[in-house]
């Protein structure tokens, strides 16, 4: 399995080390590009499709030589009945796996792994399986918590909405929610970029996503373990991270530092890029 990568900053310009992107739910490594192209020289960027969203396959089959990890989709029929018996599932850690390929395929470890929302959630499972492989985490308007029976039954939902209506449903349910009041009035291109990312997800992803994030496993008791640096950035308007659970969060991590960015909701990297550049840039200038 090879993810289809964006990039900034040739491999010999790496010489401070590399920054792993990793993008939310349902969007892709597009989402990453005003960090790509402001990232402090000496660093490379690697902004990945995860499995199943933007030019990355569901399965993986089209890149032979290979094989499938145990990051592949599994197909068992079970659970927290997101996904029907025949449909893929996509697992955080199954995610965390294909990050970690790409890592040790680039040669870039240990590498700051910075992932907002669903790519925190694979931050977090890629520390729990790879640490080894993390420099440093970025955790971006993310939780550590598992879904409530409320958040899986939203899921489920979610997931027949996709089948049945397809992804532009699932766009204009979601885009009003993960965006702040004043970027959805005077940033209309974010809501149109957001818009087009969802629209652009496979239905089969969606579901396949939805199902992995219901299942993920609770990371709070994880966070005490992560003594690498830590930067958690929060929307002050992300009405489905708050800034009080991005609080916690860091509060949870031993060496955490919390910058919150005003005007700014769920995505918050597209909403204020520039601020969000600027936290990251401290961040990395200190590592
Ligand atoms: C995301 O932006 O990745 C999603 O809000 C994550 C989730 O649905 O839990």
Redesign the pocket.
Known sequence: MALHVRRSGAREQGSRGAVVLIH??PFDGSMWAPQLTALPPGWRGLAPDLRGFGRSDLDGGSDPGTGAADGAPVDDGSAAGVAGPAEAVLTMEGLADDVAALIERESVAPAVVCG????GYVALALWRRRPELVRALVLA?TRAEADTAEGRANRKRMAETARTSGSEAIARAMVPT?LSASTLESRRHVADQVAAMIQGTRPETLVAALEG?ARRSDSTGLLGTVDVPALVVAGEADG?TPPAVARSLAEGLPRARLVVLPDAG?VSNLEQPAAFNEALRAFLDEL
């Open positions: 939310g739910f907002l929302s669903m790519g308007d993960l994030m489905l769920h």
